[in-house]
């Protein structure tokens, strides 16, 4: 176990999920803990674009706000003819690599929007950030070539904008994202919270949407257990039933935003009720 303090780690489940995400931090920040306090944030698609925010010094209760006058929306448009793809590609195998791997040739033989199309929605979505933020920040990609997980931070020659949009690229949609001589692909496509990028921290906060991915790929429980066995202190969060029900099965369905917040806010508070988060995230 390392001397790392706390780690937020914030997953991905398109824009649904991202509300509820939303309205988790900010029932944390009226609860008194600041989600931005951790000694690293990590963050993957959806989880991505809000980490790079709240860490360049939006409040829980501003992205909060947003989610319910309807801002930040994106239309990412999925066909069923996509659906099936991505399905068949993930589902071909019952090995995590090679699951990756197809979903990969998959993303790159794809015939979707140019790169800088998902650039520029990126940039949007961001709201005016452009910069790396000083505080730690992490955010997971996977290689499209050969399914491995990635991380991209401030030291890695990549613009936040373009890391931001490498973990947002979900395949056959969107483009895999050319960075540093490679093509890149959602962080979520093998785990929709990148929870090994806490490792080493004593405490850890994970809050994700959407705890399984699609595929033979780890469920956010058992890389929780993972980490605890390692020494960390790791408290999941992942949707309850109201939540579940305020969010829908449609992660992309852009009128459950609003209700999917309320439901991660209320969640969130009745969570600090109980003492759950007090440890992890003091003000």
């Known amino acids: 176990m390392g001397d790392a303090g706390r780690a937020l780690v914030l997953g991905g489940g398109g824009p649904v999920g991202g509300a509820w995400l939303v309205g988790v931090l900010a029932g944390l920040a009226e609860s008194g803990c600041d989600p931005a306090d951790a000694d690293l944030t990590a963050g993957a698609s959806a989880g991505a674009v809000f980490a790079a925010r709240l860490l360049s010094g939006q409040s829980p209760q501003e992205l909060y706000e947003r989610q319910l006058a309807g801002a930040d929306r994106v239309d990412l448009g999925v066909t069923v003819v996509q659906t099936l793809r991505f399905l068949r590609a993930a589902l071909g195998s019952r090995d995590p690599d090679r699951s990756a791997r197809r979903l990969g040739r998959a993303a790159l033989a ?13 940039r949007t979505l961001l709201d005016g950030v ?46 895999p994202i050319t960075l540093s001589g490679r093509r890149w692909m959602d962080g979520g496509s093998r785990s929709t919270a990148p929870l090994e ?25 058992r890389q929780a257990a ?9 408290t999941l969060v992942t949707p309850d039933a109201a939540a579940r029900r305020a969010m829908g099965r449609n992660m992309t369905a852009d009128h459950r935003r609003p209700g999917a917040a309320r439901a991660g806010r209320a969640q969130a508070r009745a969570l600090a009720a109980f003492g759950a988060i007090d440890d992890l995230l003091p003000a």
């Open 130 to 175: 452009r910069d790396w933020p000083d505080r730690p920040l992490r955010l997971a990609a996977v290689d499209a070539a050969t399914g491995a997980t990635g991380a991209f931070d401030r030291h890695t020659g990549a613009t936040v904008v373009e890391a931001v949009a490498a973990s947002c690229a979900v395949p056959l949609v969107w483009p």
């Open 197 to 221: 990028l806490a490792r080493g921290h004593r405490r850890v906060l994970a809050v994700v949407p959407l705890p399984s991915a699609v595929g033979p790929h780890p469920h956010a429980g």
């Open 110 to 122: 794809a015939r979707t929007v140019p790169e800088h199309v998902v650039l520029d929605t990126v």
């Open 226 to 234: 993972a980490l605890t066995a390692e020494g960390s202190h790791v």
